[in-house]
């Protein structure tokens, strides 16, 4: 078996009454697609901030390979190759498109304590930034603020951004939402190139796109993981069906 | 355009000590020294607040620091510029660091009321000091010497020393803002989560933005009580912080130049319509009400040089 590169164990929040994540154990191998799902209010984006590092877990471990990062902040876990996209597109809108990826560079680049040099014409930041919105097909919108994108390209830029950083270990928060058809087909063909590089664990409700990318599913309602198998054992799962994908449909 | 309308006042500024001592009239050589001044304490507060979304009201606290550290010294006999203004700005900056450590935890109007609340303990703490002054402040009976190097005693000397420091502040700033520190600063202002995402610990570099800003308003303390020869608690009094604040948003904060415009703006405007009335603050305010509601890029924003920052879609 291929090494865990990010393990969850039991991890729980409460939020006042509601326990949004109720002992999670969740993880993901090297070279892995893992996608959760689950209806509305199932605790996937408390989740996946507690996996980033944006709030932290009242009960239970996070370990990023073997490192234990339960305590760690999310610049602290970025920086130890752990990327992330945002259900709400969010980008820096009256940067352009190429600053938007620069700054992501930078983020890398050691610390950021340099007052002199402009770091708008700065190759090692501009240049890795440029091959990375060339590879997402924005080459073209280099030069234009990210508030006049297209919401498709937004969500582009929202990745190019996370990929920027070289993370090991991807977390995607519905890398999909508010897409038409052919954009989101575009965008399921370039995450399966991604998997080469990074480990991807996304929250989906395009269930073709999930379908289609993910190795493993795990599906969640109530803050409760109830299944975690392949898209087949998924698919055949008589709970999972009952809870969330319906009796209907095969997906 | 915002390159031109700064070039202009900057010749416009550089020619006042000819113009005061053709005309005789050294009044307009202190007023413009003034506005320099408090330029460069707007200008260090447009690094926190314009480019770094940390509206800081609580400025006057580094004017009045800096001010009392010259101030302080010289009643003590030291009168070296050499030691006075290095630690003028120095404690400055301590000051910004150890405050910057606790306000910068809170954002908003939160952050708004704890700067507010520093530079209270300053003004009261100042008010209390009896044997500088107290409530009547403290008179500074040499300005700085440098030895041989500069006599500030001389009008258009100190006019011009305050020009070139200016200058300084306003290339330091606008290196700053561009560089990787500044796209950093820039950034958290935009959308701090996401820098924290990308693996950015923002906390450290607004720190950092916060003593520059400190050290630099505490520059133009330094230099105030030298041009005024005095120092009292008048400046750290909130309404103090409160008109830096306006020179920045009067000025615009869209781009490096905007406070210098909106200092010499609110400070020229206020000298002119107080001679005209004394209720001045009756067209001041109006005027600023005007421009907040259809320039919110400032003086800055109406010359078209740049879009305003804060506006955008």
Same mark, same amino acid.
């Not at chain 1, 820096?92 to 340099?114: C, I, K, P």
């Not at chain 1, 951004?161 to 995607?172: E, F, H, Q, S, W």
């Not at chain 2, 400190?214 to 030298?226: D, E, I, P, S, Y």
């Given at each position: 078996?291929?090494?865990?590169?990010?393990?969850?164990?039991?991890?729980?929040?409460?939020?006042?009454?509601?326990?949004?994540? !109720?002992?999670?154990?969740?993880?993901?191998?090297?070279?892995?697609?893992?996608?959760?799902?689950?209806?509305?209010?199932?605790?996937?984006?408390?989740?996946?901030?507690?996996?980033?590092?944006?709030?932290?877990?009242?009960?239970?471990?996070?370990?990023?390979?073997?490192?234990?990062?339960?305590?760690?902040?999310?610049?602290?876990?970025?920086?130890?190759?752990?990327?992330?996209?945002?259900?709400?597109?969010?980008?820096?809108?009256?940067?352009?498109?190429?600053?938007?990826?620069?700054?992501?560079?930078?983020?890398? !680049?050691?610390?950021?304590?340099?007052?002199?040099?402009?770091?708008?014409?700065?190759?090692?930041?501009?240049?890795?930034?440029?091959?990375?919105?060339?590879?997402?097909?924005?080459?073209?919108?280099?030069?234009?603020?990210?508030?006049?994108?297209?919401?498709?390209?937004?969500?582009?830029?929202?990745?190019?951004?996370?990929?920027?950083?070289?993370?090991?270990?991807?977390?995607?928060?519905?890398?999909?939402?508010?897409?038409?058809?052919?954009?989101?087909?575009?965008?399921?063909?370039?995450?399966?190139?991604?998997?080469?590089?990074?480990?991807?664990?996304?929250?989906?409700? !395009?269930?073709?796109?999930?379908?289609?990318?993910?190795?493993?599913?795990?599906?969640?309602?109530?803050?409760?993981?109830?299944?975690?198998?392949?898209?087949?054992?998924?698919?055949?799962?008589?709970?999972?069906?009952?809870?969330?994908?319906?009796?209907?449909?095969?997906? | 355009?915002?390159?031109?309308?700064?070039?202009?006042?900057?010749?416009? /500024?550089?020619?006042?000590?000819?113009?005061?001592?053709?005309?005789?009239?050294?009044?307009?050589?202190?007023?413009?020294?003034?506005?320099?001044?408090?330029?460069?304490?707007?200008?260090?507060?447009?690094?926190?607040?314009?480019?770094?979304?940390?509206?800081?009201?609580?400025?006057?606290?580094?004017?009045?620091?800096?001010?009392?550290?010259?101030?302080?010294?010289?009643?003590?006999?030291?009168?070296?510029?050499?030691?006075?203004?290095?630690?003028?700005?120095?404690?400055?900056? /301590?000051?910004?660091?150890?405050?910057?450590?606790?306000?910068?935890?809170?954002?908003?109007?939160?952050?708004?009321?704890?700067?507010?609340?520093?530079?209270?303990?300053?003004?009261?703490?100042?008010?209390?000091?009896?044997?500088?002054?107290?409530?009547?402040?403290?008179?500074?009976?040499?300005?700085?010497?440098?030895?041989?190097?500069?006599?500030?005693?001389?009008?258009?000397?100190?006019?011009?020393?305050?020009?070139?420091?200016?200058?300084?502040?306003?290339?330091?700033?606008?290196?700053?803002?561009?560089?990787?520190?500044?796209?950093?600063?820039?950034?958290?202002?935009?959308?701090?989560?996401?820098?924290?995402?990308?693996?950015?610990?923002?906390?450290?570099?607004?720190?950092?933005?916060?003593?520059?800003?400190?050290?630099?308003? +505490?520059?133009?303390?330094?230099?105030?009580?030298?041009?005024?020869?005095?120092?009292?608690?008048?400046?750290?009094?909130?309404?103090?912080?409160?008109?830096?604040?306006?020179?920045?948003?009067?000025?615009?904060? +869209?781009?490096?130049?905007?406070?210098?415009?909106?200092?010499?703006?609110?400070?020229?405007?206020?000298?002119?319509?107080?001679?005209?009335?004394?209720?001045?603050?009756?067209?001041?305010?109006?005027?600023?009400?005007?421009?907040?509601?259809?320039?919110? +890029?400032?003086?800055?924003?109406? /010359?078209?040089?740049?879009?305003?920052?804060?506006?955008?879609?």
């Amino acid at each position: 078996m291929s090494e865990i590169l990010l393990r969850a164990e039991g991890i729980t929040k409460r939020y006042g009454g509601i326990l949004a994540c !109720d002992g999670v154990n969740i993880e993901l191998r090297a070279g892995e697609t893992h996608a959760v799902i689950g209806p509305n209010g199932a605790g996937k984006t408390t989740l996946l901030a507690q996996l980033g590092g944006e709030i932290t877990p009242d009960v239970g471990r996070i370990h990023l390979g073997e490192r234990d990062v339960t305590g760690l902040r999310a610049p602290e876990r970025a920086a130890l190759g752990l990327g992330r996209s945002f259900q709400i597109t969010s980008v820096f809108r009256e940067f352009t498109a190429l600053q938007n990826v620069a700054l992501a560079v930078q983020a890398h !680049d050691g610390h950021s304590f340099r007052f002199w040099r402009k770091a708008r014409t700065d190759a090692a930041l501009v240049e890795p930034a440029r091959a990375m919105l060339d590879r997402l097909g924005l080459a073209g919108r280099a030069a234009v603020p990210a508030a006049l994108l297209s919401h498709g390209e937004q969500r582009q830029l929202e990745l190019a951004m996370a990929l920027a950083t070289k993370p090991r270990v991807l977390l995607l928060d519905e890398p999909m939402a508010g897409m038409g058809a052919s954009d989101s087909e575009r965008m399921t063909r370039l995450l399966t190139t991604l998997k080469r590089e990074s480990a991807l664990l996304l929250v989906e409700h !395009d269930m073709d796109a999930v379908f289609a990318l993910a190795d493993r599913i795990t599906v969640m309602t109530y803050g409760r993981v109830i299944a975690t198998g392949t898209p087949a054992e998924i698919r055949a799962n008589q709970t999972v069906r009952d809870a969330y994908l319906g009796t209907d449909e095969a997906a | 355009m915002e390159r031109v309308a700064t070039f202009f006042v900057l010749v416009a /500024l550089a020619a006042v000590p000819v113009l005061t001592a053709i005309f005789d009239a050294p009044f307009y050589l202190d007023l413009f020294g003034r506005v320099m001044i408090y330029a460069i304490a707007a200008l260090s507060l447009n690094l926190v607040m314009g480019y770094g979304g940390m509206v800081s009201f609580g400025h006057a606290a580094f004017l009045g620091l800096g001010g009392y550290a010259v101030g302080i010294l010289a009643k003590e006999g030291i009168d070296s510029g050499f030691v006075q203004w290095p630690l003028a700005v120095g404690s400055c900056a /301590l000051f910004a660091f150890l405050t910057g450590l606790v306000v910068l935890r809170t954002s908003g109007a939160y952050f708004i009321m704890i700067t507010l609340a520093f530079a209270q303990m300053l003004f009261f703490l100042f008010t209390s000091l009896a044997e500088y002054g107290g409530d009547d402040g403290l008179t500074i009976w040499t300005r700085s010497e440098f030895s041989g190097l500069i006599d500030l005693n001389d009008g258009a000397s100190f006019y011009y020393l305050v020009f070139v420091l200016l200058l300084l502040c306003l290339g330091i700033s606008a290196r700053l803002v561009d560089s990787r520190f500044g796209m950093v600063l820039r950034g958290a202002k935009a959308n701090e989560r996401r820098m924290r995402a990308i693996g950015f610990p923002t906390f450290r570099y607004k720190l950092a933005a916060y003593t520059i800003s400190g050290a630099m308003c +505490g520059l133009a303390g330094a230099l105030l009580a030298n041009q005024a020869e005095f120092v009292g608690p008048s400046v750290l009094h909130w309404s103090r912080s409160g008109e830096i604040l306006v020179m920045v948003v009067l000025g615009g904060m +869209g781009g490096v130049a905007g406070p210098v415009l909106g200092a010499a703006a609110y400070l020229l405007l206020s000298y002119f319509l107080a001679d005209l009335t004394k209720h001045w603050a009756i067209i001041m305010g109006p005027l600023l009400i005007l421009v907040v509601l259809y320039a919110r +890029g400032g003086l800055l924003g109406l /010359l078209g040089g740049r879009r305003a920052k804060a506006d955008s879609p």
